[in-house]
């Protein structure tokens, strides 16, 4: 059908052999509200708001040879997408972006192993990392933001609550040759080991917050990105080299841009500079992710 053929028309140059995990379809933007293909690999990854998928697009997707797989973005269980059609992925596999490998897998819950909103921030993060610096991760899910720190020399520290993650994040170093033993990982609460750190008077040069929407800690404590990301941000302040960069982002949808800037003013000192990022250009429909590079 036309509706799709051009939506994929306009990836294509996006797809190269350092870069096959792109969205393809991307709701409203390309006339599909709420419908969104992703390709990892050349393996599908359809969500829809709805929960099943509208008559014309499952037509079109039994036409194709990939093996693709479903899930609902609405559901109260978030569980693994389903498989829809083509051949059966029963195992991880390797997608590549910007030239690095990760570890995708459709069978280990509702998240795929990395996000793909985030890329244009991975890039740069890899631009400005050297072998002579430190970069902390928070938040850090599978380690992508860590693995792209590294494969520029930098020294990493990748921190997150799940010890499942923080294994994923060391095999997508192993993925990339680069070996976990020469980084540190830290399980546990991001508020936790800032204050740490900061007591420890251990700065690094880079620092990535990229925190969910919601979050409790272990002990119960809420996080909520609306309330509480300038104080995340000034504790993560404190942990900052002079002349070192903080990469503050949300996909916050009801967070505006500029309430944004005004909890991370309302905390850092008058003399730093923010500076607003877009999302990656596959991104066409609603801009909810908010990026701020805060430079010293
Ligand atoms: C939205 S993902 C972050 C995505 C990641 N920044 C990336 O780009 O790949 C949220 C991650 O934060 C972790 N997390 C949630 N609350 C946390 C907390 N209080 N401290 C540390 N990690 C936390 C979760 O385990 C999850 O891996």
Sequence with gaps: ???????????????????NAVRLIDG????????????FA????????????????AHWLREQTQSIYHK???????????????????????????GMNCEISFHSG?????????????RR???????????LNTFAYTGAFSVSAALAGAQTTTLDLSQPYLDWAKRNFTHNQLDPTQHYFCKGDTFHWLR???KQGR????????????????????FRVENDYGALAELAYACLQPSGWMLCSTNCHKLHPKDFERQLRGVLPRNVSLEHTNMPADFTDVSYLKSVWVET
């Design 196 to 198: 740490r750190f900061h």
């Design 28 to 39: 409203a933007g390309d006339g599909m509200h709420g419908v969104y293909l992703e390709t």
């Design 1 to 19: 059908m036309q509706i799709f053929q051009q939506a994929l028309a306009r990836r294509a140059s996006f797809l190269t052999a350092d870069t």
């Design 203 to 222: 700065k690094f040069h880079g620092i990535i917050l990229d925190p969910p929407t919601f979050s409790r800690d272990e002990k119960g404590v809420v």
């Design 110 to 122: 509702y998240s795929q192993g990395i996000f793909l909103d985030q890329r244009d921030n991975r």
């Design 42 to 57: 050349d393996h599908w990854l359809l969500s829809t708001t709805a929960a099943n998928i509208p008559s014309p697009i």
């Design 125 to 135: 993060v890899r631009e400005r990392s050297g072998t002579d610096h430190t970069i």
């Design 72 to 98: 609902c973005l609405s559901q109260h269980q978030k569980e693994s997408p389903k498989h829809f059609h083509g051949p059966q992925i029963d195992a991880p596999f390797i997608a590549r972006e910007n």
